[in-house]
């Protein structure tokens, strides 16, 4: 017997930007898969948004996430969340800002209940919610108050060739070095092992940890942090089980042949991750949240709001994110 | 007669044989056996005729070059690859895959000889094939690096600077070989305008009319207007102001994760970094296997592929020659370009 999967809950993201385009863009290339989802959207914006770039996608309202499903193959099922004013392309508009919030309560809420299958978040514009009076540092820790208790988000980027966690997230880079500590790589490194074999179904990973310094330190000549800090979390995470490695030299350890002695880089700052996936992968890349006690993925990029209502948008992150949480739905609901 | 450099119809190359005890034998009797190459350049080489044989019959090759011994004049415009025989190594004695003294010695002893030519502006710009660092300093412990033994063989004090080129992007950096806590504190507008002008000037000496820099930020989304760091609003973007002032066509900064996709898109041809690996982790990823290595600023260009020695495939007849091509033509493109004196 299969397992039921919910529906995944996408949330609406900044109206003016990109978000509404390719979510109807994805359900247009998604509607006969396996894979369904629900927009926690206004679903006049949507219906407006489709005309305006020419999508013949229709729209349809739903009351609760298991109408969804039957909709999903004929129609975009919407979770109506009603916007405060109409949105305009590449115009913020603060009034709207409270919808965006609702729409991720509301799709955290029906995940967390089992309702929803994962979170599948589009692009926030945070200047905006900051003037509505959101206080979160970004939408990781936001999605981490809503999870209660005291969880510790770890962010993933994956793409088909490579998966990176920074250790070090939105710190400016002397203070990411500074800062940087054993207890930290463990463990940022510990959550993402877990993650790993239960989420990922990747049953022993080996995790490859990067040094801090130029070539790894080069022996404590170019920076000792290797010696001090990054190898002694390697030898507890080894002690623990984990089969972590390293430090390695962050310059050569990203090409081909060394990608396929390991699941995932373990990278001392927002950077060291960032270039190799987004060299390897600009349009692919999925944000994945760890440590929660639901899934949350999201596109690797931004609200784009210079290109908003032009049609233009690329919808492959978001499918990519969207075809990674239902996986992982599906391996959850399986447990 | 005496090889004049910079003659007429094509530039002179001083070529020093690298370390012998990996693929540098190998790639230096291909790339010599290649038309193209023989064509482009009157090419002075300096090793041993007996290390260089054995790179052909490693890498298969014929070799088809005059021999002249070191005290010997050079003969002038030559029709084939000049070889001075400095008699400084038998290749029996050297053990593949193994840094040793003998072949630091070599490597360093040749590289000495081609860069007084290019001194002397005898030789138009100077290439090697790659040496080991160990072995290196076996034979001049005072060796950091490439620049620092250049500097103080020909006794140049000027600015220098390590440039990593694929044929369709350069990546020059602020800072290198040091702790990353020593970086942010490293920056100084002064600095990183005075990298643009010789990135600007290495760009123009290799062919572009009005090379396009694109400058990184230091931190995280480029600081995200202040959020994560200030240095690219109180350091870098200031500096980018006073080099466009002066005529460069430097823009930026802009976050590290994405300016280099934004050139591999055709929006700069070099990219000026903050620090070692924020360009090297993307140039890497970019061309592994064909990146060139260029130490600019010095009188003349001096160019060797970005790979080592690869001790791993050494004797194998296996080396990949595409490095080695790419930066031979680059140091002829530049010494065809130099200004004439």
Known sequence: MTAVVPPLAITMGEPAGIGGEVLLKAWSQLAAGRIRFVALDDPARLAAEAARIGLGVPVATVSDPEQAVDVFPRALPVLPVPLAVPARPGQLDVRNATAVRHSIEEAVRLTLAGRAGAVVTTPIHKKCLYEAGFTWPGHTEFLAALAGGDHRPVMMLACTELRVVPVTIHVALEDAVRNLSTAEIVATAEITARALERDFGIASPRLAVAGLNPHAGEGGSMGRQEITVVAPAIRILQEKGIRAFGPLPPDTMFHAAARAGYDVAICMYHDQALIPIKTIDFDGGVNVTLGLPFVRTSPDHGTALGIAGRGEANPRSLMAAIAMAGEIAARRAAD | ?341
């Open chain 2, 1 to 341: 007669m005496a090889a004049q450099a910079g003659s007429a119809e094509r530039p002179t190359i001083a070529m020093a044989m690298g370390d012998p005890a990996g693929i540098s034998s190998e790639l230096a009797a291909r790339l010599l056996s290649q038309e193209d190459v023989r064509a482009a350049a009157a090419i002075i080489v300096y090793g041993d005729r007996r290390v260089i044989e054995e790179g052909a019959r490693v890498a298969n090759v014929p070799l088809d070059l005059y021999v002249v011994s070191p005290d010997s004049a050079l003969p002038g415009n030559p029709a084939k690859p000049v070889l001075v025989d400095l008699g400084n190594l038998d290749p029996a004695e050297v053990a593949m895959g193994e840094a040793t003294p003998a072949g630091g010695a070599f490597a360093t002893e040749n590289f000495r000889q081609a860069l007084r030519l290019a001194a002397a502006g005898r030789a138009d710009a100077v290439y090697f094939t790659p040496f080991n660092k160990k072995a290196m300093r076996y034979a001049y412990p005072a060796y950091d690096d490439e620049i620092r033994f250049v500097s103080d063989v020909i006794g140049f004090t000027g600015h220098t600077r390590e440039f990593n080129v694929l044929e369709e992007l350069w990546n020059a950096r602020v800072t290198s070989h040091i702790p990353m806590s020593a970086v942010a504190s490293t920056l100084k507008q002064e600095t990183i305008v005075s990298e643009l002008e010789l990135t600007d000037r290495m760009l123009r000496a290799a062919g572009f009319e009005k090379p396009r820099i694109g400058v990184a930020g230091l931190n995280p989304h480029a600081g995200d207007g202040g959020n994560f760091g200030r240095e690219e609003i109180e350091i870098i973007g200031p500096a980018v102001k006073t080099a466009v002032a002066r005529g460069i066509n430097a823009d930026g900064p802009y976050p590290a994760d994405t300016i280099f996709v934004r050139a591999k898109n055709g929006a700069f041809d070099a990219i000026l970094t903050m620090y070692h690996d924020q360009g090297q982790i993307a140039m890497k990823l970019m061309g592994f296997d064909r990146g060139v290595t260029l130490m600019g600023g010095f009188p003349f260009p001096i160019c060797t592929p970005a790979h080592g020695t690869a001790y791993d495939i050494a004797g194998k007849g296996i080396a990949n020659l595409g490095a080695s091509r790419h930066a031979f033509f680059l140091a002829v493109r530049m010494a065809s370009r130099k200004p004439p004196s």
